[in-house]
């Protein structure tokens, strides 16, 4: 385990590739409960490239209306999000040195041409608790900031299997993914890659 930049802590091969498969099972039975949707930009209500679903109590949508924010319900079908996967909460209780739980996990899955422009995760009212991240299928190029969308950047690659965590002063910092690199890993059979982020919504 190493910090890349200060507060952002990388956990190279964090999981087995047992565990991986475990997570993936466990990630199809929450789609299967929650369907991946296509979350839209605020105001212009343009579409992202990710599809997205979520796990835990509250989960994270956008939509034009309403823009960012966290709902116990899904946003298409209005049922309830599926439990944290065990890996993923094993992974925030490991990681994180905040004392609660993690209330919502979002899952992205990333096509060959899907990406994250920069942005800062600040939908949250506790930027004491960390975002706890797993990478899981194809790797990606990641690029990190500083808390100024016009400051300096750093890319790295994560891989299947690592965790990372954005705490203290990278917790806001500015982040995204500049690209897929397809056919880097066999455990998603079609290719792609899933993220997910953990993240303790309400003030404990
Ligand atoms: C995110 O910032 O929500 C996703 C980051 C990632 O896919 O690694
Ligand atoms: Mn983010």
Same mark, same amino acid.
């Given at each position: ?57 509250? $989960? ?122 397809? $056919? ?6 079609? $290719? $792609? ?12």
């Amino acid at each position: 385990m190493h910090e890349i930049v200060p507060g952002l802590v990388y956990a190279p091969d964090y999981l087995s590739r047992e565990e991986q498969d475990e997570l993936v099972a466990d990630l199809r039975e929450a789609v299967r409960i929650a369907p991946l949707f296509t979350p839209r930009m605020p105001r212009t209500g343009k579409e992202f490239s990710v599809r997205m679903t979520n796990c835990g109590p509250l $989960g994270w949508v956008s939509d034009r209306e309403r823009g960012y924010r966290y709902q116990s319900t899904h946003p298409e079908t209005g049922a309830p999000w599926a439990p944290i996967p065990r890996l993923a909460q094993r992974t925030w209780d490991d990681l994180s040195p905040y004392k609660h739980p993690p209330e919502a996990c979002l899952v992205n899955f990333y096509d060959g041409s899907a990406r994250m422009g920069l942005h800062q995760d600040r939908d949250e009212e506790d930027f004491d608790a960390p975002v706890v991240s797993l990478s899981l299928g194809d790797s990606c190029l990641f690029r990190i900031g500083g808390t100024e969308r016009k400051g300096s950047t750093k890319s790295f690659k994560l891989h299947s299997g690592d965790a990372m965590m954005l705490t203290g002063p990278a917790r806001l910092a500015f982040h995204g993914v500049d690209r897929i690199m397809g $056919g880097t890993s066999t455990l998603l059979p079609q $290719g $792609g890659r899933l993220n997910l982020t953990l993240r303790r919504v309400t003030k404990a």
